[in-house]
Each structure stands twice: as structure tokens, then as C-alpha cells.
């Protein structure tokens, strides 16, 4: 079954823990983004990435890093999270380009306390 | 920049009666304008796309959208609601330059019997 993939779905932990939430894609795709979804702010978009080794930041970077070194994985993470970055995040595929149909993943609820 | 702009935070209809919900865009250029739903708990779910040629399309569930290029507007619709599409709804536009992807700030539906 094509999908995309995220883990954990749930995540409690604390400020300044390092944590990674994962991102899996089974469907060959090329392009591969972060958003984050806050109510009444809608998605925002955190990075994104081109293909392999090629990432580049969205609206709202700060906070985060990212990776792709394989075509299917394109993990998230947090180096020193802070309450602020408390929300529901979301990890999209897409041929190519961020102007194709993009594939949603299940979502991240992270709290940061 | 581009920018989606949804005015409507939250609209309520009854079962059966039409649906319309708004949307515009700010792009220099022919935009990609997609509409996605999201039911409580869920991820993102693509009810149709626009990318060229005709101006109104059409999408899952009943749903169409129409672009609208004087108006800067892809509004969606459907001749009548079920209960069943209670959920969040999305409008994004994609850049076919710098590979961003801009989602506007929802609008919740509620379904009354």
C-alpha cells in the first residue's frame, strides 16, 4: 500500500530533549516536507527537500533540522525543543516538486512541557 | 509572496442543502491550487487539483472547485452536504518556482440534521 509513514504518533517530553520523529515514504517520491499545524494558523511549512542531500527551509525553520540521506526517509528533529513548538506535525511526499499533489502521513502530537 | 486566504473560520449547514466555501490566493504566475479535507483525527486528504485547462474541476465526494483568475479565487462546492462531511477543509497553493506549498488557515464545517 502506497503511504507515508510518521513516528511517533504521540510524543510527551520535555524542554531540551533531543527528539527525532520519523518519516517514511514507500512511494519513490522525490520531494519530501514538514508542516506543522497550529489552530487558526493552519499548515506551515517547516523544510522540505529536493531529492537526496537537498533540503531547504519554509516559513517557519527555526527550532528544527532535518535530513535526507536516503530518497525514502526525511526525519524531523528537535534539538532543544521549547513549549512553543508544542503542536500537530504532518510529513508530505510528492513526485516532484512542491507544486504536484502532495501525500499525507498520519501526524506527530508532540507536547513539550 | 504567495498566500492563501480563507475567510470563512467556520461555517454550519444543514444535510442536503449546498456548500461553498472560499478561498483566495495571492501568485505571481498560474498557481497549482489543490483543496484538502481533514475529519477529526486524520490526516490530509486531497479532494481535487487544478493545474490547467478547464477552469472548473472536479474532485471526490462530489466536490468541485472553480478557478476563477480575475477573482484570485478557487472556490469549492458541493450541490449537497452529507453529514458525513463534517471535517476541516484546506485550500493550498503550490509554486512552480522555490518548491514552497502555502496552505490557508482552514475552514471548519459543521453538518446539522
Known amino acids: 500500500e502506497a503511504q507515508v509513514t510518521q513516528n511517533p504518533r504521540y510524543l510527551i517530553t520535555v524542554t531540551g530533549k533531543k527528539l527525532t520523529v520519523t518519516c517514511s515514504q514507500n512511494?519513490?517520491?522525490?520531494?519530501m516536507s514538514w508542516y506543522r499545524q497550529d489552530p487558526g494558523l493552519g499548515l506551515r511549512q517547516i523544510y522540505y527537500s529536493m531529492n537526496v542531500e537537498v533540503t531547504d527551509k519554509g516559513d517557519v525553520p527555526e527550532g528544527y533540522k532535518v535530513s535526507r540521506k536516503e530518497k525514502r526517509n526525511f526525519p524531523l528533529i528537535l534539538e532543544s525543543p521549547s513549549p512553543n513548538q508544542t503542536s500537530l506535525y504532518f510529513c508530505a511526499s510528492s513526485f516532484t516538486g512542491g507544486h504536484r499533489e502532495q501525500y499525507f502521513g498520519p501526524g506527530t502530537r508532540l507536547t513539550v512541557t | 509572496a504567495q498566500s492563501v486566504t480563507q475567510p470563512d473560520i467556520h461555517i454550519t449547514v444543514s444535510e442536503g442543502a449546498s456548500l461553498e466555501l472560499r478561498c483566495n490566493y495571492s501568485y505571481g504566475a498560474t498557481p497549482y491550487l489543490f483543496w484538502y479535507v481533514q475529519s477529526p483525527g486524520q490526516g490530509l486528504q486531497l479532494l481535487l487539483k487544478y493545474f490547467s485547462g478547464d477552469t472548473l474541476v472536479q474532485g471526490i465526494k462530489g466536490f468541485e472547485a472553480e478557478f476563477k483568475r480575475s477573482q484570485s479565487s478557487f472556490n469549492l462546492r458541493k450541490p449537497s452536504v452529507h453529514w458525513s462531511d463534517a471535517a476541516e477543509y484546506f485550500c493550498a497553493v503550490g509554486a512552480n518556482t522555490g518548491n514552497q506549498f502555502y496552505f490557508g488557515t482552514g475552514t471548519s464545517l459543521t453538518v446539522i440534521p
Open positions: 512511494m519513490n517520491h522525490e520531494y
